[in-house]
């Protein structure tokens, strides 16, 4: 995984450098990087790694939490500095086509796990190693991880990059998305506290 490009890119969150990384120059999807422009990496720096979701982060679904939490990482980072990792996995692995078609199933009643596993997939096949590739090549040598997911935790235990620190990145739930964040704990293992009431009216 190599840098390809970069650019600095002004947002309501702050100043940040986009990094592209791919295999060549050309990558048509690439992962990224966006660095904050005030990040001291002789300290640990706040870094949450961030999987793409097009119905959440661009179009602002109710059916997840993926905008918020993209939109509140980006808030931190821009605030006290650190690196946005973006990678190009929609769907947890199954791409945007295949996400569409376990919506239609989640519909009928099944949870996010079932509706992946329905259509052969498992339930999570995204590989956050890259991540770690993009993290060392930058620099980062302890992180403050802003994640609920203990998967994102592990992937660190085989790297030389520090887990310094894990902040919970919590979104309040809707009505529409209970049900989604409910599995993720439930069955995915996600650090997540989750009470009926926590619902707004």
């Known amino acids: 995984m190599k840098r390809q490009a970069e650019a600095n890119i002004p947002t ?26 005030n990040t001291d990496f002789s300290k640990p720096v706040f870094v949450r790694i ?4 097009l119905t959440g982060d661009v179009l602002g679904s109710h059916r997840c939490d993926c905008g918020q ?15 946005l990792i973006y990678l190009r996995q929609e769907g947890r692995g199954i791409g945007i ?23 052969g997939f498992e339930v999570d096949k995204r590989d956050f ?3 770690i590739e993009i993290l ?11 994640t609920n997911n203990p998967e994102k935790i592990k992937v660190f235990e ?13 979104v309040e739930p809707n009505e529409i998305n ?12 996600h650090l997540l506290d989750l009470k009926d009431d926590n619902l707004k009216p």
Do not use: W
């Open 12 to 37: 309501d969150e702050g100043l940040f450098t986009m990094i592209g990384y791919g295999e060549d120059p050309d990558s048509y999807v690439p992962h990224f990087a966006l660095v904050a422009k």
């Open 69 to 83: 939490q993209l939109t509140a990482s980006k808030r931190i980072i821009g605030e006290n500095g650190g690196v």
């Open 136 to 146: 060392e090549e930058l620099g980062v040598k302890a992180v403050k991880l802003l």
């Open 97 to 119: 086509l295949n996400k569409l078609r376990a919506y239609v199933l989640q519909d009928k009643g099944l949870d996010t796990a079932e509706a992946n596993e329905k259509l």
């Open 158 to 170: 085989k790297s030389n990059i520090e887990v310094f620190e894990r902040i919970p990145l919590i």
């Open 50 to 53: 961030h999987s793409e979701c």
């Open 178 to 189: 209970l049900r989604y964040l409910t599995t993720k704990k439930d069955v995915m293992g």
């Open 129 to 131: 190693s890259v991540a």
